[in-house]
């Protein structure tokens, strides 16, 4: 099977149906083990992108986190949140078809405080002068979960 040409058919199927041109196939030892166009407009879940959905679909299915064994199609460069998802699942390779540069005469998401293209300048700036309002409010009790949970899964000696 040639996973690009699926990838490249769920994306079309998806936009056909009302939903945005993004589409993922994950793939072990040649088979496809999860598959997912991007579904954030029909669920109204910013988060449904199809890197996301198709990686929860093939963790479930494999009964792990890590996909260090899968090469994972996807329709176009990824955004930071599915680039971050993509780093967790540690896939043996990412396959990208098609780059911002290319789609952006065809495709723009603009967000109040995201915009693909200054996303990463945005991301690399201090805390206190990003765009989007973040404040920190520090309490000591929130390390009691850290420090819990080392004991739980201190490694045996």
Same mark, same amino acid.
């Given at each position: 099977m040639d996973f690009v040409?699926?990838?490249i058919e769920l994306a079309m199927q998806n936009v056909e149906e009302g939903g945005r041109p993004f589409a993922t196939? @994950?793939?072990r030892n040649g088979e496809i083990v999860a598959e997912s166009a991007n579904k954030a407009? !029909? =669920?109204h879940d910013p988060t449904a992108h199809a890197e996301i959905l198709a990686i929860r679909e093939a963790c479930k299915k494999l009964q792990t986190e890590n996909? =260090?064994?899968c090469e @994972? %199609? @996807?329709l176009a =460069?990824?955004?930071p949140m599915c680039l971050g998802s993509l780093y967790y699942c540690s896939p043996k390779q990412v396959i990208y078809i098609t780059t911002r540069e290319e789609y952006v005469p065809f495709y723009r998401d603009d967000r109040q405080y995201f915009e693909l293209e200054?996303? %990463?300048q945005e991301f690399a700036k201090p805390i206190a !002068?990003?765009?989007?309002?973040?404040?920190?409010q520090p309490d000591v009790q929130a390390l009691d979960v850290y420090k819990r949970w080392k004991e739980l899964n201190r490694p045996a000696e």
């Open positions: 040409k699926r990838t196939v @994950i793939v407009a !029909q =669920s996909l =260090s064994d @994972i %199609y @996807i =460069s990824p955004c200054n996303f %990463y !002068q990003r765009r989007l309002p973040m404040k920190h």
